[in-house]
Structures are given as structure tokens and as C-alpha cells.
């Protein structure tokens, strides 16, 4: 276990936030490398079913990853107050409460999986089965899903960054080969790349296990001696249950921006895949900051120094702030050209370049949004993070989408996003500073 209750936050952020992006680098090439072997190798159809649907599989994970969280927060904590016995403990109620979630979610995802498409708008013929076969696949690899996302958060609280990302890398090269083999020597088409991204994640879930039972000793194979701490649960419930409801509520919005951006056919539709992809990948510095922060806050407000919270947030803020309007200045620069690695058609590729060039000068207010939300959710203030989240998407970017479709065409529709990420920061800024949220403590000890 690595502490970040002493040092300068600086040097701790920064060396605990470089393995981070390093590896959701990895991840990102994971589902580029999908989107890559798709679009070039089966098609434009394939590309628009893969790229429309992962909305629902984020749909019917979220609560389990908004509870993955708590329980990561939970480890921070107690890694800060020096409880091991407790650390092992949230271990084992975590990995308990992943089967029975993925067990229930494989279940729910193969039988909504065609009304969810319906609802999306999604087009019928082969877009419509392709998308159905990605994502029953899909389902029945939650497992692999949730203990990946399991074992990243367990060691993200523990202070270890550096070990999930060796487990991810084997994972993405995996995933990689297999999508070649799969697509290209068996012809699976999006078969074969789901196939290969549920097997390179159940080859990580299984190396993160092996690295808890064997050098830290947090985690038995023997499932009768786990012990499942109601008290834990029900914490890390608190906490993390409305990033659950945030994220479900967040896909569920975007099923709604989806069905507006499938109403205009299969190459626009692929080309605002790809725009998101993009995006995704220029996110993830800020998913690293805030991760970092998460952590680092988690550990301090557990060893109760609230003073290098603040150091931490203040220096966090600035060192994404600078990251994040370098790459804003670079995407918009070059956006013909990354669209083009994706598609080589003309439509799609103004379609996406649409969206990003309104976009991206936006991008450094979610930064400052989305770090001090995470700031907030490792002291265990998760009520106003959801709150400045759930304002920001559904009362504001959402209806934001349609309005500017309808009035100025959907070349606009881009602008959302920047809509939305102002109002959510007018409601958790004035929170932030007025310092309730310190009052938060942590978890009682168990008896």
C-alpha cells in the first residue's frame, strides 16, 4: 500500500496520474483498435452498430461502476487511517457484491437488448442485427467487465497505479490479436471484435486476482472464507450509488442524443462515433487528474488532513487545466486528419469534424467540473457531485442538443456539450468553496 498523506502533492499526483494515463491510454486503443478493425476492415454499417451501441452496455454497468467506485473510495480511506483489516475486508465485499451484479446485469442485458435498440431509433436491417449480436456478447462477458473495473479501482485506493496498468497492457495487446485473428483470418466481423474484448478483459480480471492473493495478500480463491461486510456495502453504497444513478441517468440522456444523431442516417451516425472516440481519448488526461484526485483526497480526509486536500485540489486544477487547452488546441487543429484514420469517407469525416470544432474550446470548463466533483466524492460528499452532474447533462446539454438541431441544423449540436458543463459548474463551485462538505468524516469503525 502506497500512502499520499505525506510529500509534496505535486510529485505524488503526478507520478500516481502518469501510470493512470498511461493505462487508459490503453484502454482507449482498446476500443480504438475495434473501431479501427471495424471501419476499415467490415465496414461503414458495422462501424455505425458498434459505435450506437455501446451506450447501452454503459447503461446496464453503471450502477455497479458508480458502486466500484465507492468501494475504491472506501480503500483510500482506510489506507490513510492505517486499517488494513478493514482494506481486506472492502476487498472481499466488493468482489462478492461483482458476481452477484454481473450475474443480474448479463441476465437484464440479453433480454432488453432489442427494446433498448428500438428505443435508440436504431436503423433496422443490418445495422440493427449487427448491433444486436455486439452487444448480447457483450452481456455475456460482464463478469469480465465488472472484475476488470474491480481490480483497477481496489488498486487505484491502495495507491498502486503502476500494477493495473501492466494487467491492462497485456489485455490490450491481446485484445488486439484477437480482433485480427477473429476478424481478419475467421471473418466474426463484429462478433469476433466483441468476443475479443470480453476475453482480454476476463485474462486481466484473472491477473489482478493472482496479484492480490500473491504479493498483497488482500484477496482468497477459497469463496467460503470471504466475508461480506454489510456495514462496508452499504457505505460504499452511500457513496457510490449516485455516480451509479448519475451514470445511468447520463446513458439514458445519450440514448436520447443518439436517437436525435441516428435520425440522420448510417454515415453521420459514424461519424459522430468517431468524434467520440476522439473525444474520449482527449478526456483522458482529466480522467486522470481526477482519478489521482479522488484518491489522494480519499487518503488525506481518511488520515484527516484536510489541509492537503487542499493543496492536492489546487494543484490538480492546474496541472490539467494546462494538459487540457494544449490537446484542445491540437484536436481542433487536426481533426480532418483523425477522422480520416477512422474513415475514409468524406461525409463521415465532416460529420465528426462538425462536432469536435464545438467541442473542444469548451473542454477546459469540464476539466475544472469534473475535478472537483472527484475532490468532493474522496472526502464522501456524493450528493452534490451527482446533483452539479445531472443539471449540467439532463436540464441543460440534452434539451440543448434539440434546440440547436432545430434552430441552426445539426452542425451546432456540438455546442451542447459547453452548455451544459457552464451550469453544472454554477452549481458545485459555490458548494466547493463554502467548505460543507468538510464536515464529511469517515466510515465508523466496524464493532
Known amino acids: 500500500m502506497k500512502t499520499m498523506t505525506e510529500g509534496k502533492p505535486f510529485s505524488l499526483i503526478l507520478k500516481f496520474s502518469l501510470p493512470l494515463l498511461a493505462g487508459n491510454l490503453l484502454q482507449q486503443m482498446y476500443n480504438l483498435v ?14 455505425a452498430a458498434v459505435g450506437s451501441t455501446n451506450i447501452i452496455n454503459f447503461l446496464l454497468v453503471s450502477l455497479f461502476l458508480g458502486l466500484a467506485l465507492g468501494f475504491t473510495i472506501l480503500v483510500s480511506q482506510f489506507v490513510g487511517a492505517k486499517e488494513e483489516a478493514k482494506v481486506r475486508r472492502a ?31 436504431s436503423p433496422e436491417g443490418q445495422v440493427r442485427t449487427m448491433s444486436e449480436t455486439y452487444l448480447k456478447i457483450l452481456f455475456i462477458g460482464t463478469i469480465g467487465t465488472f472484475g476488470f473495473n474491480l481490480n483497477a479501482g481496489i488498486l487505484q485506493g491502495l495507491g498502486d497505479s503502476i500494477s493495473s496498468l501492466k494487467f491492462l497492457a497485456v489485455a490490450t495487446i491481446l485484445n488486439i490479436i484477437l480482433d485480427l485473428v477473429f476478424v481478419v483470418v475467421f471473418g466474426w466481423g463484429v462478433a469476433g471484435v466483441a468476443w475479443a474484448t470480453i476475453i482480454a478483459q476476463v485474462v486481466s480480471f484473472i491477473l489482478g486476482l493472482l496479484y492480490l492473493n500473491k504479493k498483497l495478500q488482500l484477496f482468497s480463491f477459497k469463496i467460503l472464507s470471504w466475508e461480506f461486510s454489510n456495514k462496508i456495502f452499504i457505505e460504499a453504497l452511500r457513496i457510490g450509488l449516485p455516480g451509479g444513478v ?63 486536500v487542499a493543496q492536492g485540489h489546487k494543484t490538480v486544477q492546474m496541472m490539467s487545466a494546462f494538459v487540457v487547452i494544449c490537446i484542445s488546441i491540437l484536436v481542433v487543429l487536426f481533426a480532418p486528419f483523425l477522422m480520416a484514420v477512422f474513415s475514409p469517407e468524406q461525409e463521415v469525416i465532416q460529420a465528426g469534424v462538425e462536432v469536435l470544432s464545438r467541442l473542444m474550446p469548451c473542454y477546459v470548463l469540464v476539466s475544472i467540473l469534473f475535478i472537483v466533483n472527484s475532490v468532493l466524492r474522496g472526502a464522501g460528499e456524493s450528493l452534490m457531485p451527482f446533483l452539479s452532474s445531472m443539471v449540467s447533462f439532463l436540464i441543460f446539454r440534452m434539451p440543448a ?14 455546442w451542447s456539450y459547453g452548455i451544459g458543463w457552464v451550469f453544472g459548474l454554477i452549481i458545485i463551485l459555490p458548494y466547493y468553496f463554502s467548505g ?3 464536515k464529511r468524516i469517515t466510515p465508523e469503525d466496524e464493532k
Open 34 to 47: 475495434d473501431s479501427i478493425v471495424v471501419g476499415h476492415l467490415v465496414g461503414e454499417e458495422a462501424l
Open 91 to 121: 476487498v472481499e465485499t466488493a468482489f462478492i457484491s461483482g458476481i452477484v451484479g454481473a450475474v443480474l446485469v448479463t441476465i437484464l442485458g440479453i433480454l432488453l437488448t432489442n427494446p433498448l435498440l428500438q428505443l435508440l431509433n
Open 246 to 308: 448519475q451514470n445511468m441517468l447520463f446513458s439514458l440522456g445519450t440514448m436520447a442524443i443518439q436517437r436525435l444523431i441516428n435520425s440522420y442516417g448510417s454515415a453521420y451516425m459514424a461519424g459522430f462515433s468517431i468524434s467520440s472516440r476522439i473525444d474520449s481519448i482527449a478526456f483522458l488526461p482529466i480522467v486522470s487528474f481526477a482519478s489521482a484526485a479522488t484518491t489522494f483526497t480519499g487518503q488525506n480526509v481518511g488520515a484527516k488532513r484536510l489541509d492537503r
Open 401 to 414: 442538443a434539440y434546440i440547436l438541431d432545430y434552430f441552426f441544423g445539426r452542425s451546432e449540436i456540438g
Open 436 to 438: 460543507r462538505w468538510k
